[in-house]
C-alpha cells in the first residue's frame, strides 16, 4: 500500500516554463487536495476535489490548474511558471469531507528560476 | 480575519518530560480540531482530530484537549523522547459542504537526550 505518492521530488523550472506535478492515492479516497507550503506560512490551499470529474479553488489557485479524471489521480498544473511559485507542494488526500485524518505524500519542492 | 496561532519559536524539552504545545485562534468557529507532525522534507503525518463538543482526546502518549470559550488547543507529548523531535502542526476546519482546513505555521519540538 503506497498510500500518496508525488513525482517529481525535486524541480527546477525556468519562469514562463509549464509543468505536472503528479499525485496519485491507491487508497480510493473520494478527497484529494494540493497545498503549498511556504517558510513563516502554514500549509495554504491551492485547488481541490471531491470526487472524479469535480474541482473547486482553495486559497491561492492563481497560476494553477487541476483536473481530476480518475479517483486515483489529481494532478497540478503550472501554466507559466513565475519565482513567486518556488515553494515545497504536497498533496493529500482523505475518505471523507475536508482533509479530515489526510494522507499526504512527500512533497515536491519546486524552484522557479 | 480567521487566524491561527502557534508558537513559532521551537520548544526545547529534556527526555521524559511532558512538552505542551499550544494552538490558539481567532474569528474561527472550527467544527474539529487536529494535529499533524511533520519531519524535515516530509509530508505532515495526521495524529489526532477531536471535535468541537469534544474536551479531551488521548491515543498512547498523546493528549489534545479543546477548549472552544478560550479558543485554544493544547498538544502534551508525555515522557517525551528523542523521536518525538518534529514540527506540528495544528489545523482547523468549519462545518459545512468541504471542509476546508487551515493549517497553523507549526510549533518545533527538540527533545534533548
Known amino acids: 500500500n503506497a498510500g500518496v505518492t508525488q513525482t517529481p521530488k525535486f524541480q527546477v523550472l525556468k519562469t514562463g516554463q509549464s509543468m505536472t506535478l503528479q499525485c496519485a492515492q491507491d487508497?480510493?479516497?473520494?478527497?484529494m487536495s494540493w497545498y503549498r507550503q511556504d517558510p513563516g506560512m502554514g500549509l495554504r490551499l491551492i485547488h481541490y476535489?471531491?470526487?472524479?470529474?469535480?474541482?473547486d479553488q482553495g486559497e491561492v489557485p492563481n497560476g494553477y490548474n487541476v483536473s481530476r479524471s480518475t479517483t486515483e489521480d489529481f494532478p497540478l498544473r503550472l501554466l507559466s511558471a513565475a519565482p513567486s511559485q518556488t515553494s515545497v507542494y504536497f498533496c493529500?488526500?482523505?475518505?471523507?469531507?475536508?482533509?479530515?485524518?489526510?494522507?499526504f505524500g512527500q512533497g515536491t519542492r519546486l524552484t522557479v528560476v | 480575519s480567521q487566524k491561527i496561532e502557534q508558537n513559532s519559536e521551537a520548544l526545547n524539552i529534556q527526555e521524559g518530560k511532558t512538552a505542551t504545545l499550544t494552538c490558539n485562534y481567532t474569528?474561527?468557529?472550527?467544527?474539529?480540531l487536529q494535529w499533524y507532525r511533520q519531519d524535515p522534507g516530509r509530508g505532515p503525518v495526521f495524529l489526532l482530530l477531536i471535535r468541537e463538543n469534544e474536551k479531551e482526546k488521548r491515543k498512547e502518549r498523546l493528549k489534545v484537549t479543546f477548549d472552544t470559550t478560550l479558543k485554544q488547543s493544547l498538544f502534551h507529548i508525555t515522557a517525551s523522547q528523542p523521536a518525538d523531535s518534529a514540527t506540528y502542526l495544528c489545523?482547523?476546519?468549519?462545518?459545512?459542504?468541504?471542509?476546508?482546513?487551515?493549517f497553523g505555521i507549526g510549533t518545533k519540538l527538540q527533545v534533548i537526550p
Open positions: 487508497m480510493n479516497h473520494e478527497y
Open positions: 493529500a488526500s482523505s475518505y471523507s469531507t475536508g482533509v479530515v485524518s489526510a494522507f
Open positions: 476535489s471531491v470526487g472524479a470529474g469535480i474541482t
Open positions: 474569528n474561527y468557529s472550527p467544527a474539529y
Open positions: 489545523a482547523l476546519a468549519s462545518s459545512g459542504g468541504y471542509q476546508k482546513v487551515t
